[in-house]
């Protein structure tokens, strides 16, 4: 009961921190939509240009993707994004980024064909994905937290799952779920805009709070927690 109660007290730390920082950093929000549009813009040009287009619309996708990291980190270490966080943002984590979509481009190049080619092969690749999906779950976090190349960050990935798997996935599982709540059905019109806004608002606040989470479990054990805990109360 320690370490429930102890858990519990860490989410309510983590989502009311993660709440006061997203409303005081807003603008943050503001660039998502910017991210969709600079990405939109990349592929209506790489569309033109072939395999290297597709090259640049990776790393533009990368870029944008690094910066948005680049930001929340902002916020969880620092609690504030300025201006100037922002335009130096797009070349921090774009080559980390890059790193772990071509081991991901390998697995679906090269590893994913030979697996469906054998007996039970999709059911193989989907516990593939599966396990990709667990085990390599704080690879955004340790990306701006972590600062580690593209194999260390999975396996430290790996590491902190198996480490911290019982606390970090039921609020990280209860997010994605909110996301997809609202984000399904896809509307149209007026009521579509307001999906977008929301869905981009949770996102944000998804990936604050996991930031948040993610210094806290890297920082301490159930033990530590459990203590604190206890001193509090």
Do not use: K
Request: proline share 3%.
């Amino acid at each position: 009961m320690d370490w429930l109660h102890a858990t519990w007290a860490m989410y309510r730390r983590a989502f009311a921190r993660a709440a006061t920082l997203t409303l005081a950093n807003w603008p943050v929000l503001v660039t998502l939509f910017v991210y969709a549009a600079i990405i939109v813009g990349a592929v209506a040009i790489g569309s033109l240009l072939g395999l290297l287009g597709g090259f640049l619309v990776g790393i533009v996708w990368a870029a944008c993707v690094g910066s948005f990291l680049y930001l929340v980190e902002m916020m969880v270490r620092t609690s504030r994004v300025s201006l100037e966080d922002f335009r130096r943002s797009f070349g921090t984590y774009v080559w980390d980024v890059m790193g772990v979509l071509f081991i991901l481009w390998i697995f679906l190049l090269l590893i994913e064909p030979a697996l469906r080619s054998i007996d039970r092969g999709p059911a193989i690749v989907l516990s593939a994905y599966l396990l990709i999906l667990v085990f390599f779950n704080a690879v955004p976090e340790l990306i701006y937290l972590g600062h580690f190349s593209s194999f260390q960050l999975l396996r430290e990935s790996y590491v902190f799952i198996g480490e911290n798997w019982i606390e970090w996935f039921p609020a990280s599982l209860t997010m994605m779920a909110g996301l997809y709540w609202v984000s399904s059905p896809p509307l149209g019109g007026i009521f579509g805009w307001l999906q977008t806004a929301l869905v981009a608002l949770l996102l944000y606040f998804t990936m604050v709070v996991r930031g948040l989470l993610f210094l806290e479990l890297q920082d301490s054990s159930r033990r530590s927690r459990a203590f604190r805990q206890r001193m509090e109360d």
